[in-house]
């Protein structure tokens, strides 16, 4: 880690002082407890890990309990995804900056997220310079993105691509419908979403029902056909 410039945290705001205060929301406690140490041990003088959450409700709870400098966000959460996360916080603590943190490189993924209000995205083969490096960026103002997104997404906001064309279909999908849908396209049984998502099956299978009205698809093959064709999955 002796890669990591020291002045990264220097470049910052005239007034900040110590390293960056971050959050961790993911909901792979596995996960969390890796970047934290990745994050702490190799550069405690630029990051310090403030507080983690596993998923929408507890991660806007300690978000604004801690007031952090930038959240580390996956897209992918138990109670509303990243963006709702993002959306709920900004309702009263527009100052914090998040940077999403996911696996997905997904058209979807991203632009919602984005378009939420996060200030950049990177996946998770990012090396912890790399991410340490990403962390100092989004805190002093820049939008970070690792480079094969970074493309996407000048197309998208600039009108070579139609935003409104990628996540069209999606728009007829409430946010809970859209993680049932996601999580039924990868495989998981109604019984394993309830468990996934903390709700009772009679739920799930009444949000199964309406994606498939809404979408005019006829079962979960259909489904999983077009959540594949989109990569959402």
């Known amino acids: ?26 909901d792979h406690a596995i996960f969390r407890a890796g970047v934290r140490h990745e994050l702490t041990s190799a550069s405690p003088e630029l990051v310090d890990v403030v ?4 998923d929408v ?13 930038v959240v580390l966000l996956d897209v992918h959460l138990p109670g509303g995804g990243g963006a709702e996360v993002v959306s709920q916080v900004h309702r009263s603590a527009p100052e914090v900056t998040f940077l999403a943190l996911s696996v997905s490189d997904a058209a979807e ?5 984005i378009r939420a209000g996060a200030r950049g995205y990177v996946t998770k083969s990012i090396s912890t310079p790399e991410l340490v490096e990403a962390i100092d960026r989004v805190a002093t103002g820049d939008a970070v993105f690792s480079p094969r997104l970074a ?19 999606l728009d007829r999908l409430s946010q809970r419908e859209r993680e049932v ?9 109604y019984k394993e979403v309830a468990r996934e998502l903390f709700i ?11 994606v498939l009205r809404k979408l005019q ?11 594949t064709d989109r990569k959402l999955v």
């Open 1 to 26: 880690m002796s890669d990591v410039p020291q002045p990264l945290v220097e470049t910052g705001g005239e007034d900040h002082e110590g390293p960056w205060r971050v959050v961790l929301v993911d």
């Open 51 to 54: 507080g983690e959450g596993e």
């Open 57 to 69: 409700a507890s991660s806007v709870a300690v978000i604004l309990q801690a007031r952090p400098d």
């Open 109 to 113: 993924d991203v632009i919602g997220v």
């Open 151 to 169: 493309g996407f997404v000048l197309d998208a906001f600039s009108g070579s691509i139609s935003v409104e064309s990628v996540d069209e279909d």
């Open 181 to 189: 849908m996601k999580l039924i396209a990868r495989g998981y049984t």
């Open 200 to 210: 009772s099956i009679k739920t799930v299978e009444t949000h199964v029902s309406s």
């Open 217 to 227: 698809l006829s079962n979960r093959h259909e489904l999983t056909k077009w959540a």
